[in-house]
């Protein structure tokens, strides 16, 4: 099957969620049908894609992002006046319609498909079957993000929500098919996006570089990982070291907690002490994690699913969560995590992990088990493959390429960058 795979970024040194399900959805693509990629990529990033995926060779076409990371920050405040929402801006390129104008008018694909909407906003001259990957429902995940106090971010983002619903609703009615990550996704896009027709593909782990090491955690020690700059990430901290931290020193004051990921503000590295250990960047995360007695979630805002969740629970941790940090994924109130949505209630269900061995042992079981029977990359790429089979009419599997699954299994696995949550730009 001929694919032209839409990125809106290179995913070969992902370093956070959106970045991670792309790649390991180009990895089963490439092993399984005929792939041609295009999006937005330096030139160097660009050759080591084509350096680690030989098959990709001859068949990518990026072009330099239209928005340098030094102009981003101007772009916020001008796209408060403009009737178009300011992602919608930052992924709009000439230099890459062109691209895939002479692509699309000189090659015939069966599926286009667009990671996150905006990349489906190009205009896409040719008959192949349109699906968009939906990371979250974006205009809701903008919505839940006005709720911060800084009074400039919450007008920005309540008015992107609006902005970008329009958008997105747009131009996912003019879809084959969609992709979603949560019950909950599909369930919004079914109040504005009836009659396209929609498939749960869910967010998964790779079970081969996640799994339990063998390293006794320290006692009463707190561990969360997540790209610092991503707004969810950075206020479900600070309302966790404000709200939720103070209540478990009173009873724990040993206690630590570890914050991992790129790009921590100012207003995290200020709280940093002999309790708070801010990191920034880690080349490998595992250890830290299997290091923690528990793995915290306090997310109050975002979309799609956390693939913290499924990693941590892969390594066997038992996980504190917020009903929103955990959404979309087929966990249980203490069956396979703790669920606290007041500071309160996350701050007694931490220590109640920290003096309860059985409870915390029957809840990495029962994660563990839900993970390596649900959540695996492998079993998420044949729900691809069986949507694909669905809108094409196939009567039959398909036909793996078994040369590309030959160079693909040798090559070295070894390569595994910064695993980071959250799935967005």
Same mark, same amino acid.
């Not at 319609?97 to 895939?100: A, I, N, T």
């Not at 990671?115 to 906003?121: I, S």
């Not at 931290?245 to 206690?255: G, H, M, S």
């Not at 995360?285 to 109050?300: E, F, G, M, S, W």
């Given at each position: 099957?001929?694919?032209l795979?839409?990125?809106?970024?290179?995913?070969?040194?992902?370093?956070?969620?959106?970045?991670?399900?792309?790649?390991?959805?180009?990895?089963?693509?490439?092993?399984?049908?005929?792939?041609?990629?295009?999006?937005?990529?330096?030139?160097?990033?660009?050759?080591?894609?084509?350096?680690?995926?030989?098959?990709?060779?001859?068949?990518?076409?990026?072009?330099?992002?239209?928005?340098?990371?030094?102009?981003?920050?101007?772009?916020?405040?001008?796209?408060?006046?403009?009737?178009?929402?300011?992602?919608?801006?930052?992924?709009?390129?000439?230099?890459l319609?062109?691209?895939?104008d002479?692509?699309?008018?000189r090659?015939?694909?069966?599926?286009i498909?667009?990671?996150?909407?905006?990349?489906?906003?190009?205009?896409l001259?040719?008959?192949?079957?349109?699906?968009i990957?939906?990371?979250?429902?974006?205009?809701?995940?903008?919505?839940?993000?006005?709720?911060?106090?800084?009074?400039?971010?919450?007008?920005?983002?309540?008015?992107?929500?609006?902005?970008?619903?329009?958008?997105e609703i747009?131009?996912?009615?003019?879809?084959?098919?969609?992709?979603?990550?949560?019950d909950?996704?599909?369930?919004? %896009?079914?109040?504005?996006?009836?009659?396209?027709?929609?498939?749960?593909?869910?967010?998964?782990?790779?079970?081969?570089y996640?799994?339990?090491?063998? %390293?006794?955690? +320290?006692?009463?020690?707190?561990?969360?990982?997540?790209?610092?700059?991503?707004?969810?990430?950075?206020?479900?901290?600070?309302?966790?070291l404000?709200?939720?931290?103070?209540?478990?020193?009173?009873?724990?004051?040993?206690?630590t907690?570890t914050i991992?990921?790129?790009?921590?503000?100012?207003?995290?590295?200020?709280?940093a002490?002999?309790h708070?250990?801010?990191t920034?960047?880690?080349?490998?995360?595992?250890?830290?994690?299997?290091?923690?007695?528990?793995?915290?979630?306090?997310?109050?805002?975002?979309?799609?699913?956390?693939?913290?969740?499924?990693?941590?629970?892969?390594l066997?941790?038992?996980?504190?969560?917020?009903?929103?940090?955990?959404?979309?994924?087929?966990?249980?109130?203490?069956?396979?995590v703790?669920?606290?949505?007041?500071?309160?209630?996350?701050?007694?269900?931490?220590?109640?992990?920290?003096?309860? +061995?059985?409870?915390?042992?029957?809840?990495?079981?029962?994660g563990?088990?839900?993970?390596?029977?649900?959540?695996?990359?492998?079993?998420?790429?044949?729900?691809?493959?069986?949507?694909?089979?669905?809108?094409?009419?196939?009567?039959?599997?398909?036909?793996?390429?078994?040369?590309?699954v030959?160079?693909?299994?040798?090559?070295?696995?070894?390569?595994?960058?910064?695993?980071?949550?959250?799935?967005?730009?």
């Open positions: 099957m001929k694919i795979y839409l990125m809106p970024y290179n995913p070969v040194k992902p370093t956070f969620g959106g970045a991670l399900r792309i790649y390991h959805i180009l990895v089963h693509l490439l092993k399984h049908h005929d792939v041609t990629v295009a999006g937005f990529s330096s030139k160097k990033d660009e050759n080591l894609l084509v350096e680690r995926f030989p098959l990709l060779k001859g068949r990518t076409h990026f072009v330099d992002h239209p928005y340098p990371e030094k102009l981003k920050r101007w772009s916020l405040l001008a796209s408060l006046f403009s009737s178009h929402s300011h992602w919608y801006k930052l992924s709009q390129s000439k230099p319609q062109k691209e895939l002479i692509l699309l008018s090659e015939q694909f069966d599926i498909q667009s990671e996150f909407p905006v990349l489906a906003m190009n205009r001259n040719s008959n192949a079957l349109k699906i990957d939906c990371h979250n429902v974006e205009y809701d995940n903008f919505r839940r993000m006005a709720i911060v106090k800084n009074s400039f971010r919450k007008l920005f983002y309540y008015y992107e929500s609006y902005k970008f619903s329009r958008e747009g131009i996912c009615r003019k879809q084959d098919a969609l992709f979603v990550t949560s909950r996704d599909i369930a919004l %896009l079914n109040t504005s996006v009836l009659n396209t027709p929609k498939y749960l593909v869910p967010n998964g782990v790779d079970a081969n996640f799994h339990p090491l063998k %390293l006794k955690p +320290n006692p009463h020690s707190l561990v969360f990982v997540g790209m610092m700059k991503y707004l969810p990430n950075s206020d479900g901290m600070l309302y966790f404000d709200e939720v931290f103070p209540k478990i020193l009173n009873q724990y004051p040993d206690t907690i991992i990921g790129k790009d921590p503000s100012d207003a995290l590295l200020r709280r002490n002999k708070i250990i801010v920034g960047f880690v080349e490998d995360t595992r250890p830290y994690i299997q290091k923690a007695a528990v793995y915290v979630v306090p997310l109050r805002m975002g979309g799609g699913t956390r693939l913290k969740i499924v990693e941590a629970l892969a066997k941790k038992p996980i504190v969560t917020t009903s929103i940090g955990c959404e979309g994924i087929d966990v249980e109130n203490r069956k396979s703790l669920i606290g949505d007041t500071s309160q209630e996350f701050a007694e269900a931490v220590m109640e992990l920290f003096s309860n +061995n059985e409870l915390s042992k029957s809840l990495v079981d029962n563990y088990d839900l993970v390596i029977n649900k959540y695996r990359w492998p079993n998420i790429g044949k729900l691809i493959d069986k949507a694909y089979e669905e809108l094409l009419g196939l009567k039959s599997p398909l036909k793996i390429h078994e040369e590309a030959e160079r693909m299994d040798n090559e070295s696995n070894s390569f595994q960058p910064e695993h980071e949550a959250g799935t967005h730009l």
